[in-house]
């Protein structure tokens, strides 16, 4: 009797583990594919993954470093500088934008970032938008971000 | 003498004292608060900054578990779980607050439960690897639960689960391997000294 719920249990233990990797991939390629999970990649290597949460996080982060500086930052939404610095991307040549379905693509490299802010949504995605061009919306939802060196 | 015993204590009455709290004698809780103790200090005491998850759960499921074996009755893992939650909330441990009760009540309850399956063999290696990677596992659910509860970003909670389980699951058995050979060194010696 002891052996064969023993036997139920060590099964039991392969199955959580199998299940959460499997949970893992699938959150990852269904995150992915609707634009709620961001893969940040550089040298064709994932380093980081954003979504709408981490955007309204890093968004209270920058605000607060900007009112110790006497700026002053906006709400929910994060620069995408301060946003690719802290997935660790400092150091590139430019970096390419995806959006969702067939919207447009974007190159931008490091002088032409200022203004452009990524803004949470409120189905989970997060869309680009240039503050400097009168808040216009670049990506509506972004789908990935490639930096190239 | 047996006369002067039926005399002190009259047939129907039974002494508060041998039924405390879910039926556990208050010799046995006292025990049990020392192990809920001694859970929440070694989590404090071994912290270490090795940033692996998981890996306090070989000393902390290794005492539940040594705690619920040593003393085999329902309701001690949920008494051991209840006052190492109370301490953690005390001591500050964890970024939950008060919350931060639940990560070390669940998984008493839940040894309660399973070693109720297992016939409370907690002596066995097996059984021990079985319930220390459970209610290992169990824990870290019930962080994940409390993280979206707390709203914490999901993309924080779902990368890396694969890895935090596998963790957690490894070192959960070994806290359980530590307490099956306590459990079996321990419990011979100590069954005759700690009958109620």
Known sequence: ??????????????????????????????????????????NDKTIAYLDAGVIRQLSCEERELKQGQGGSGSDNAVSLSFALGSAGIVDYEYVEVTGLGDSEEFKLKQEEMEGITLSSNSNGTFSMVNKSGGNRVMVKEVTRFYAAD | ?????????????????????????????IRLTMFGTLISVSRFVFQMP?????????????????????????????????VSGILAIVFGLGKEGPLMAFKCIIPGVLLDILAFLFFNKLESIWVGVIIGALISWSKLLTSIVLGIILDIPMVFLAMGFGYATLLHVVFGAAGGVLAAVLIKRLKPRLSASWQN
């Open chain 1, 1 to 42: 009797m002891i052996n064969r719920r023993i036997v139920i249990g060590i099964l039991l233990l392969t199955l959580v583990i199998g299940g959460a990797f499997l949970f893992e991939k699938v959150t990852r390629v269904q995150g992915s594919q609707n634009g709620k999970l961001v893969p940040v990649v550089q």
């Open chain 2, 1 to 29: 003498m047996e006369e002067l015993k039926s005399r002190e204590i009259p047939t129907g009455m039974e002494n508060p004292a041998d039924s405390f709290i879910f039926n556990i004698g208050l010799a046995d809780v």
């Open chain 2, 50 to 82: 090795i940033g692996v998850p998981g890996h306090t759960s070989v000393y902390w499921m290794g005492l539940l578990m040594l705690g619920k074996g040593l003393i085999p009755k329902f309701g001690a893992g949920t008494i051991m779980g209840i």
